[in-house]
């Protein structure tokens, strides 16, 4: 990486990749020198509406071109883990799209070749990067006292199946979709996951409520609520002796204070006006990563694999070893 300039390449071409691509262009210093999808004509489409210099037709081509020093893979679920030990081959830093992998055993897989190749590899869990969930978590850093966690969740098959997503990705859906809610309980939860305890089990063949209890070696305790094929709201909440603190919708975020009734609304960062949320922070920490700076927080590959083993463990999934409750929480 040259002084003051990073080069970004991206794979897939969607419209995630799009959001991406607008993220990245306007962190001072980014060079967009190359994209590769298996559609080349989309590719090429982006490549025009960037200025990207590269199209190309492999993941070796893309890295000779590009010169990249970070790769930004946007691909689709049960194409990830090819795509990504793919890209462990070359020396850039790698930042995935989530889920990193679409169930535990894939993600499992992924961060086994990951250690394998000693690639530097990242996860795009964008919602630890939203100015809401970074105000709340500075504030209560500060404040003393267990925290009690209630995660709120919605989710829906039935939804996954009509947009087109395979069945494989369906069946897995707690992995695809519901990771952006069970990562609120490793971001504001302290410690290590000690106990998941099913309060109403998760039943694939008759989804409805999903509830669960977690706890933390810190003493922090949540809850974690889902309602499949129900109205419900994508919601987090973390209360303190002093402090409560509530995201919904999850990009804003009001507190109140002990012996107060009043919500104080926390101010909205503009990027996530600008962009979508979370997405120009968690690209400029991106690229301090492939110059060699500290990650502030950008989730590693291990962030998500913890995360992912709590989906398993909520969701009682022993066939991938889940069912303990094991997890490193960070925060």
């Known amino acids: 990486m040259s002084q003051n300039q990073c080069r970004v390449a991206v794979i897939g071409a969607g419209s995630m990749a799009r959001e991406h691509l607008r993220a990245f262009a306007d962190v001072p210093g980014v060079l967009l020198t190359g994209i590769h999808s298996r559609t080349r004509a989309r590719a090429e489409a982006l490549a025009a509406e960037f200025g990207i ?3 190309c037709d492999d993941i070796a081509s893309l890295y000779a071109a590009s010169k990249a020093d970070l790769v930004v893979v946007t691909v689709t679920e049960l194409s990830m883990a090819a795509v990504a030990k793919a890209c462990f081959a070359f020396p850039w830093t790698i930042l995935l ?5 679409y169930d535990l055993a894939d993600a499992v897989g992924i961060a086994e070749a990951a250690g394998a190749a000693r690639a530097r590899v990242h996860v795009a869990l964008n919602r630890r990067h939203l100015s809401s969930t970074r105000t709340a978590l ?3 850093n500060a404040v003393p006292g267990p925290r009690f966690i209630h995660v709120q969740d919605q989710e829906s098959m039935a939804q996954a199946a009509a947009i087109g997503h395979p069945e494989t990705v369906v069946r897995n859906w707690m992995y695809a ?5 069970v990562d609120y309980l490793a971001v504001f939860g302290r410690g290590t996951v000690t106990s998941v305890t099913p309060v109403q089990p ?4 008759r989804p409805g409520i999903v509830l669960a209890k977690v706890e933390f070696s810190s003493g922090d305790l949540a809850l974690y609520e889902a309602v499949w094929n ?7 909440t ?11 919708p999850l990009e804003k975020a009001v507190f109140q204070n002990a012996g107060e009734r009043m919500l104080n609304p926390a101010p909205l960062h503009p990027w996530d006006e600008a962009f979508k949320p979370g997405f120009r922070r968690q690209a400029e920490l991106a690229v301090q ?15 998500s694999l913890a995360t992912m083993r709590l989906i398993a463990a909520i969701y009682g999934d022993e066939k991938h070893g889940g069912g303990n409750g094991s997890g490193k929480a960070a925060g």
């Open 202 to 205: 998760w039943d694939p063949e």
């Open 97 to 101: 799209e989530k889920p990193a992998g």
């Open 230 to 236: 129900g109205p419900a709201p994508w919601a987090c």
């Open 177 to 181: 979709n519901a990771v952006h809610m």
């Open 238 to 248: 973390v209360t303190t002796p002093a402090r409560r603190w509530e995201m919904r």
């Open 289 to 303: 990563v492939a110059g060699g700076g500290p990650s502030d927080g950008l989730p590693t590959l291990e962030d």
């Open 138 to 140: 500075d504030d209560l």
């Open 53 to 55: 210099s590269a199209v």
